[in-house]
């Protein structure tokens, strides 16, 4: 069993940063493909970045590309979502999951273990 925990949301202004971060437990941390989706009010869940096991392969969404950097400390068990530039658009509760079967997913149903999510609000 794998508990994630996220934390690091908040209200920002538009322009400005955050950095999420999802505190895994268990052993094999080191093994899992670890991601980030986001889910604005009244719409579905949406990949917003991920980061497989090993570190080495990153993937992001278009829309967060080039704003947004997933990365991971295998020494803590954690996962980090730096997000800068944000946008109004980017308002939605954060997700953390992880992954044991896929090297890059990028789909709901690929995750196996998922967080209680941290809200992000941006202001205009």
């Known amino acids: 069993q794998v508990q994630l925990v996220e934390s690091g949301g908040g209200l920002v202004q538009a322009g400005g940063s955050l950095r999420l971060s999802c505190a895994a437990s268990g052993r094999t941390f080191s093994s899992y493909a670890m991601g980030w989706f986001r889910q604005a009010p009244g719409k579905d869940r949406q990949f917003v970045a991920v980061?497989?096991?090993?570190?080495?392969?990153?993937y992001y969404a278009d829309s967060v590309k080039g704003r947004f950097t997933i990365s991971r400390d295998t020494a803590t068990n954690t996962v980090y979502l730096q997000m800068n530039s944000l946008k109004p658009d980017d308002t939605a509760d954060y997700y953390c999951?992880?992954?044991?079967?896929?090297?890059?997913?990028?789909?709901?149903?690929?995750?196996?273990?998922w967080g209680q999510g941290t809200q992000v609000t941006v202001s205009s």
């Open positions: 980061i497989n096991y090993r570190a080495a392969r990153t």
């Open positions: 999951a992880a992954a044991t079967k896929y090297d890059i997913p990028t789909k709901y149903g690929e995750y196996d273990y």
